[in-house]
Every structure is written in C-alpha cells, then in structure tokens.
C-alpha cells in the first residue's frame, strides 16, 4: 500500500459508502439536469453580460418545451393582489428553469389586459386608461361589455374572489362560459435582465408567456398559426413555441412562449435597426391632436430611444395624414409610411379576421421608425384573438368599409383609424392591398399550410399529453376542429368572392 493511499484511506472509505448509500437511496429516481444561474462555460459572456444558452432552441417549435417559474408562494399572491387592488402589474423576483437549465433573479408579472382580467375573473380593462367614450363592443358579441371607470378609479375583485394559488386563478365565468378552476391560464410576463444587468436567455432579454386571450381555448393556436401565415405571406412576424409552464411543484399547463417586439426583434427585419420603436395602445387610432407630446400619452409608448428620440416623427406622421389634401397623401404617403408593408400587414390580418388589431380594436400594432430612410413600418403584434375569436365571423367583409365589423366607417376602439381610412380610400393603395390579399390567400390557404400546421401541432401536443397531462385532451381536441371548420368556412367564404385566383 502506496503511502499517498494510506494518507487518503478514510477519504476513500468515505467516498464509497456515500456513493452506495445515494445508489439505494435514489437507484430509481429520474434525476433532471440543469445548468446553474452563474456563468458556466455553456454560458456565453457578452458585451452587456452573459446569455444562457442552450442545446434546445426556446423556439423550436418540433417539441413542448418545459417552463418552471420558483417563487415564493407569497410573492406570488402579492403579485396578484396588487394588480387585484391597483390594475398595476409590478415584477417580482424568481428563478427560471428553461428545458433544463436555471437563470436565477429573473423578474415576472402579468402581462395582458382583456386577457388578464378575463383570467382573473373581472371585467376587460384598458391598462389602466379609462376606455374612449366612444367605445362599442363587437356586433358578434365575442368579448365582454367593458365597464365605466371614472379617473383613476379601479374594478373591485368579483364577489368571492379567493386568492389563487401560484398559476391558478377562480373559476369564474367568461363571457357566459363557465370553465373549471384547471382550465384557467393566466398570462405572464418573464424579463431576464430586470434584476441583473445584461442578463439575457438565448439573446432574449423578455419573453411572453401567453394564455387562450378572451375566451377559453385549450388548444391555443391563434396566434402561431396567424404567425405563420404572415412569414408565409413574408410579412413579419414574432417567433412562437408551445411549452408546459408551471410554477414551484405544480402541475403543468400548455402555453404558448412569444418572442417581443422589441431591439432584438428589429436587430433581425431591419438593416437599421436603431431607430424608434413606438407601441400603439387600446384605441390608438393616429388622430392628430397637436403639437403637445403630452396629448399623445395614452395613445403610444416609445420602445427604443428613450433619452436621446421622442414621439415627433411620429407626430409628424399624424399631422400628414389630418392635413394632406388627396392629391399630396397619394403622392407623399410612401415618403412617410412602408406602403408595401402597410398593405400586407391589412391583408394578412383581414384574411385571417384578426379584429384585436389596427382593423377593429385599434390595439397590438407597433410603428417603427428608420431614421436612415426616415419611413414608418407597421408590425404585427399578438394575434392569439385572430380567426375572428374577438369579433368577426367568417364571412368578414375584406374591403374594411363596414362600419358593423370595425372598419374605416367606425372603428370599434377609439373610433376611426385615420391611416386605414385615407389608405382605403385611395383606389391606388387599394388596388395593392388587393394584389396583397391574393398573396395570402396562395401562401395560407390555398397551399393548405395552415391546416397541415394544425395537424402536426396536435400530433405534438398528443404525444406530449400522454406523459405530462398538458391539456383535458377531449376539450383540445373540439378546440382543433373548431378551428378547422373556422379556416374551411373562410376559404369558402374567400372562393365565393370571385376575387382570388388559384
């Protein structure tokens, strides 16, 4: 016996019989593994600081991905009781664990409004905003009667509101359909860096995780079907994948997980991509109202740029469009605004009735402006209400004159848009918007591209169920034939039109 053996001995005595005590102990435990919150060498350094990588692509959408939020119960139901009592939707501190590996000190809050108070079990709200007075609901009766707030004033919790336990809410009735307590999703919102600088996951500093919207739907595919109509149609669109999201121990629920719109997302559509991102609110319908930046204040939020750019090129878009005679919009229009992306950004969503839009709501639109060609792009934001699931039906009227279904006649939220209106007016930008519907309507429905995504999507989720009791199978499955039959009648609808070849 060497001599640095026998100065080790009892080192190695120890050694085994904590090794065969672990081998009885946990011999037939699956064990998980995960990467640590600190920077590995699987972690990538980078000039603002480190991003979490992975093997698994968070947007890979062959597979369920696997979401765990850590948090303390109380966190949780002070996180809920704040907006309860506020409307306000503050973060909290977690740990996240992404297929595997953890990124501690994330932040996390609701996220949402329409959906977020339909979850939790009140009224529709408007982010804090009273509503427009001007405000009607859909005619197809889809979305919940909106409640009058005076200035400042907040909706109570409903009578018997019960705190929920993290990632529940009450069972509450929804727009006149009564849902179980395991159905109920709420939305959130994860933001990597809000309490360590730089800290990003797979280049993401913010991902969304969201829930059916306004109305229950287990199989959630809205707003990934929508988007992939729109890449089809190259119109952009945000990236999504489906995953189990749960918090601490609980039982998972599929979600859909969507990249922002935000300076990554511009990073890839756009050669320049410092510009000004500007998001559009409930209502935002790009009414001139001065000179005043103030007056547009609950209209827009500035994105990007916030201490060196402000809201003027924007200003002075809207001052164009109140003021230029016909003759000037029709010519000078392409100097302010994309009108190619314009076009389709109205055809993708009218093809596919998405009313929680620019097209009826006024809402979930951003405005991009390159400050190199000194254009504005409208982009497409959160479609999870599309395939006329907030308003519209199948039969939904393509030219956008009908004032019953949100059109430049009357707008449903705040009223008339402003650019729709002029655009549509114009024969010349109708005339693209026409050439833009053809284009969608080859690329998503005559190609069959959607249908065939729904089915590979619920061969996905029905393989994962089997395991991980994701979804109530029989509701997901009457939520994909709805869907379906929805898409065929639309198509029928389109064909009798007589406006599209194959």
């Known amino acids: 016996m060497s001599i640095n053996f026998r100065r080790n001995y009892l080192l190695v005595v120890l050694l085994v019989l904590l090794v065969s005590v672990l081998t009885f102990a946990l011999g037939d435990m699956r064990v998980i593994a995960y990467t640590k919150s600190s920077n590995t060498a699987d972690d990538e350094e980078t000039a603002n600081?480190?991003?979490?990588?992975?093997?698994?692509?968070?947007?890979?959408?062959?597979?369920?991905?696997?979401i765990q939020v850590l948090i303390d119960q109380e966190d949780y139901d002070s996180m809920i009781a704040t907006y309860q009592e506020t409307g306000l939707k503050e973060y909290f501190k977690a740990d996240v664990i992404i297929d595997g590996v953890q990124v501690d000190d994330v932040g996390i809050r609701l996220k949402g409004n329409a959906s977020l108070r339909t979850a939790l079990g009140g009224e529709m709200g408007f982010g804090g905003r009273d509503r427009p007075d001007n405000f009607q609901a859909p005619a197809d009766g889809e979305m919940p009667q909106m409640?009058?707030?005076?200035?400042?004033?907040?909706?109570?919790?409903?009578?018997?509101?019960?705190?929920?336990?993290?990632?529940?809410?009450?069972?509450?009735?929804?727009g006149g359909q009564q849902i179980s307590e395991d159905q109920i999703k709420i939305p959130f919102m994860i933001k990597f860096d809000e309490y360590v600088d730089?800290?990003?996951?797979?280049?993401?500093?913010?991902?969304?995780?969201?829930?059916?919207?306004?109305?229950?739907?287990?199989?959630?595919?809205?707003?990934?079907?929508?988007?992939?109509?729109?890449?089809?149609?190259?119109?952009?669109?945000?990236?999504?994948?489906?995953?189990g999201f749960r918090f601490n121990d609980g039982e998972e629920k599929l979600y859909v997980v969507s990249e922002?719109?935000?300076?990554?997302?511009?990073?890839?559509?756009?050669?320049?991509?410092?510009?000004?991102?500007?998001?559009?609110?409930?209502?935002?319908?790009?009414?001139?109202?001065?000179?005043?930046?103030?007056?547009?204040?609950?209209?827009?939020?500035?994105?990007?740029?916030?201490?060196?750019?402000?809201?003027l090129p924007l200003i002075e878009f809207m001052r164009f469009l109140d003021q230029a005679e016909d003759?000037?919009?029709?010519?000078?229009?392409?100097?302010?605004?994309?009108?190619?992306?314009?076009?389709?950004?109205?055809?993708?969503?009218?093809?596919?009735?998405?009313?929680?839009?620019?097209?009826?709501?006024?809402?979930?639109?951003?405005?991009?402006?390159?400050?190199?060609?000194?254009?504005?792009?409208?982009?497409?934001?959160?479609?999870?209400?599309?395939?006329?699931?907030?308003?519209?039906?199948?039969?939904?009227?393509?030219?956008l004159t009908n004032p019953q279904q949100g059109g430049p006649g009357g707008g449903r939220g705040g009223g008339q848009n402003a650019l729709l209106s002029r655009f549509m007016a114009n024969e010349k930008f109708k005339a693209l918007y026409e050439e833009k519907l053809q284009e969608v309507y080859e690329a998503a429905f005559a190609s069959g591209a959607m249908t065939e995504k729904i089915d590979e999507v619920s061969a996905l989720i029905h393989a994962a169920?089997?395991?991980?009791?994701?979804?109530?199978?029989?509701?997901?499955?009457?939520?994909?034939?709805?869907?379906?039959?929805?898409?065929?009648?639309?198509?029928?609808y389109l064909e009798a039109t007589g406006l599209f070849k194959e």
């Open 49 to 66: 600081g480190i991003d979490y990588i992975n093997d698994i692509s968070l947007f890979d959408d062959t597979l369920v991905h696997e």
């Open 147 to 174: 409640p009058e707030f005076a200035q400042g004033e907040r909706p109570e919790p409903p009578d018997g509101f019960q705190m929920p336990e993290a990632g529940q809410g009450p069972g509450m009735n929804r």
């Open 198 to 243: 730089g800290q990003t996951y797979q280049g993401h500093t913010t991902i969304a995780i969201r829930n059916y919207g306004t109305s229950y739907d287990e199989a959630l595919l809205q707003e990934p079907i929508t988007n992939l109509a729109a890449r089809l149609s190259h119109v952009p669109a945000t990236e999504t994948s489906y995953a």
């Open 260 to 311: 922002l719109v935000n300076e990554g997302y511009l990073e890839k559509y756009f050669e320049n991509d410092h510009g000004v991102l500007y998001k559009a609110e409930f209502g935002s319908t790009l009414t001139y109202q001065g000179e005043d930046p103030s007056s547009y204040a609950d209209n827009f939020t500035q994105q990007t740029r916030v201490n060196d750019a402000d809201l």
């Open 327 to 399: 003759a000037a919009f029709e010519n000078e229009l392409p100097d302010y605004l994309d009108v190619d992306a314009f076009a389709s950004y109205l055809a993708i969503n009218s093809m596919l009735v998405n009313t929680d839009s620019m097209l009826g709501m006024n809402n979930n639109y951003y405005l991009y402006y390159d400050d190199e060609t000194e254009k504005i792009t409208i982009l497409m934001w959160d479609a999870n209400e599309s395939f006329g699931k907030l308003g519209g039906s199948a039969t939904y009227d393509l030219s």
């Open 465 to 492: 169920n089997e395991d991980r009791n994701l979804v109530e199978i029989e509701a997901y499955d009457a939520a994909v034939e709805n869907m379906k039959t929805f898409i065929g009648q639309r198509e029928e």
